[in-house]
């Protein structure tokens, strides 16, 4: 179903093509109240019918119990679902069933078409483990006519039915924990583990051949074996399956009504040979819960008759086989949350007590027309499917359209503010190193250059991946609050809760966008572009020293030479006396030149970085207008280290594309949780 189809769909079907029954359940999506409740799809009246079908020599194709029924019927089909393979009549008997339930809804009053119906076809959770039978069982309903179909493990229904229909009183938004899915058909029995608040299924995923339909047959055997003309009735059967059939659906009635109203005494008559021969059942409590507690192995006998529908027969009970079903879900999953029991074979009466034994502390769900459930919850699915994918298209086309020009546009930001972090860090270093020089920490100017080299190398080594983290992390969470702002439009038209999308991308500031990608799993590739900046400014700050620490050493030379020079006579008596290098220096000079300027005061600036100055010297540099001149530097640094990241756009190229990704990905992951809250 392409994008340009969905757009044009009105109304989602739900098919449950079961092993015993059939039903057909859908929405209209073009209703003006968005969660409409599904309605009964009716072909002659019938919603629900039996899964099979027979072609007729005068009628055509017959389906339900019209196919069992009618006279002249010479072959016909029933309880034929099973795991799609490669046997062809298989294939053409589902085909030709599902072909014609496809022209009666087209034909409906419904106006369903081609165009404006998707279709959305269950099967067992186990099937839809495999994506070859998936493919397969799709296949066949392609070549039925369906145009827009999918097939969908029931258990996906189930869940929706019972949290659109109020049998689970919670809404999707809110499931946490695990449900336990329990499908009872005519086949099968299947066991489905879902984690509901990713979601998913969990691992544990499993079938069994305990149908409903092996009850019937217990009651076909003893009904047959207590007929006064078995023998008559054995043959007529070997040579007619429609006739057996149509006495099999008799059984199944009976029980159906007997399980409905345990205390009633249902009877059901099919006429074999017109006035003379009848297959008649007849239930009552006594003989029900003597059935029940028959093995299945007693059917051995009637393998004859019923051939490859009877599944491999152990010496257990329907309920013993049902009760170690339930411990092998409780060993291999645990204990659910949830219990959420559907299908015809849900209204047995010994399901819920042995469900609640063995799960005493689970919610038990069932439902009140469990043989519409999975058709509803397939139609209810179908309408979040479709709406989900405009949905991910939207925000698909958002990441695309918003996210990397908004993050392109603030990588220069990021530059600044990188830039800002490390000239506040540098000139807080040469001011603290200088305080150090007036304290006489460090004996020499030079000294005190030495030590702001080394303090800095020791930053970058040990603080500068971190001060960039925190900076692109205060940077990522100031872009991802634009971003949430923008994307409320999408959070609105498909009614999620303003901020489900937006969290996973105002949230990712704190969510460690690592520049060694501890927090976000970037592909290496990408993930160059947030590694590679931890190297690439380091190089800058050592530039920095060079270009612009340098000069402020300059200045501070200098004021010392200005200093020296307003009190000479006194200087000079204190390095004569404390630095008798110093001095001879100086008598070198020549006091009058020192004042005077030229090359001997040149020579003494040269010289100053070297001498060990007494402290009353060191004081005549004024704090405040060393300070002054280093943050007077402070902006240069930022405007060169803005400048170099600037020229390198291979880096901002891989920053842009990292970050860009780290928000794709964010979102991405929150769009499956936030997909159930559409309405």
Not at 436 to 451: F, I, L, P
């Amino acid at each position: 179903m392409s994008g340009a189809e969905t757009g044009l769909v009105n109304y989602v079907v739900g098919f449950d093509l079961g092993h015993g029954e059939t039903a057909l359940m859908a929405v209209n999506l073009k209703s003006e109240q968005t969660k409409d409740r599904a309605f009964k799809v009716e072909i002659d009246g019938k919603a629900n019918f039996i899964t099979a079908f027979a072609d007729h020599p005068r009628h055509g194709i017959l389906i339900g119990r019209d196919a069992l029924t009618t006279d002249g019927v010479a072959k016909s089909w029933i309880g034929f679902k099973q795991r799609p393979g490669k046997d062809p009549q298989y294939r053409q008997v589902v085909g030709t069933f599902a072909q014609h339930i496809y022209k009666r809804l087209i034909a409906s009053r419904y106006g369903f078409s081609d165009d404006n119906t998707c279709f959305y076809v269950g099967c067992p959770t186990d099937w839809a483990r495999d994506a070859n039978v998936l493919s397969d069982y799709q296949t066949i309903f392609n070549g039925a006519g369906f145009r827009q179909v999918k097939v969908v493990a029931e258990s996906r229904g189930a869940l929706m039915n019972g949290v659109e229909s109020g049998d689970i009183l919670a809404t999707l938004g809110e499931l946490r924990g695990r449900a336990l899915i329990i499908d009872l058909g005519s086949s099968t029995a299947d066991f489905t583990v879902i984690d509901l608040e990713h979601r998913r299924a969990e691992p544990l995923d499993f079938g069994h051949d305990l149908g409903a339909a092996l009850i019937d047959k217990l009651i076909f055997r003893e009904t047959l074996i207590e007929h006064k003309r078995r023998d008559e009735l054995t043959e007529i059967f070997v040579q007619s399956p429609t006739m057996r059939n149509r006495c099999e659906l008799a059984c199944r009635d009976a029980k159906e009504a007997w399980f409905n109203h345990p205390k009633s005494t249902p009877s059901n008559a099919v006429l074999i040979i017109l006035d003379d021969l009848y297959f008649t059942v007849r239930l009552d409590e006594s003989k029900m819960q003597r059935l029940l507690q028959q093995p299945f192995s007693l059917l051995e006998d009637m393998r004859s008759l019923f051939g490859a529908s009877l599944p491999h027969l152990s010496q257990t009970t329907w309920p013993e086989a049902f009760e170690t079903l339930l411990d092998q879900a409780k060993k291999s999953g645990g204990e659910p949350d949830i219990i959420l029991i559907t299908g015809g074979a849900s209204r047995m009466n010994f399901v819920k007590p042995l469900c609640t034994k063995k799960f005493p502390n689970a919610k038990y769900s069932g439902s009140a027309e469990p043989e519409y459930a999975i058709a509803a919850g397939l139609a209810y699915w179908g309408r979040v499917d479709i709406r989900t994918r405009d949905f991910v298209r939207a925000v698909t086309d958002f990441a695309e359209r918003k996210i990397r020009p908004e993050v392109a546009a603030s990588v220069g930001t990021l530059y600044g503010v990188l830039a800002a972090s490390i000239a506040d860090q540098v000139t807080s270093i040469v001011k603290t190193e200088f305080e150090g020089w007036k304290s006489k920490r460090y004996a020499t100017v030079n000294e005190m250059k030495s030590g702001i080299d080394r303090k800095i190398k020791q930053w970058i080594d040990t603080n500068l991946e971190t001060q960039v983290q925190a900076d692109v992390d205060t940077h990522v969470a100031q872009i991802g609050a634009k971003l949430a702002d923008q994307i409320k439009a999408i959070e609105h038209e498909y009614g999620i809760p303003v901020g489900s999308l937006g969290f996973s991308l105002s949230g990712l500031g704190n969510m460690n966008v690592d520049v060694r990608f501890g927090g976000i799993d970037f592909t290496d590739g990408v993930a160059d572009g947030l590694s590679n900046i931890i190297g690439v400014i380091a190089g800058l700050v050592t530039g920095v020293v060079a270009w612009v620490v340098t000069p402020i050493i300059l200045g501070i030379v200098l004021k010392i030479v200005a200093a020296i020079s307003l009190t000479l006579a006194s200087a000079l008596f204190t390095i004569l006396v404390s630095n008798p290098a110093g001095w001879v220096v100086l008598a070198g000079i020549g006091i009058a030149a020192v004042a005077a300027g030229g090359e001997a005061k040149r020579k003494v600036q040269e010289n100053v970085p070297d001498w060990d100055l007494p402290g009353w010297v060191r004081n005549l540099v004024k704090t405040g207008s060393i300070h002054q001149q280093i943050d007077d530097n402070q902006s240069e640094i930022r405007r060169q280290v803005t400048a170099a990241l600037g020229t390198k756009k291979d880096l901002s190229d891989k920053i842009t594309t990292a970050l860009t990704q780290a928000f794709k990905e964010s979102l991405r992951a929150n769009v499956d949780s936030a997909r159930l809250l559409i309405t």
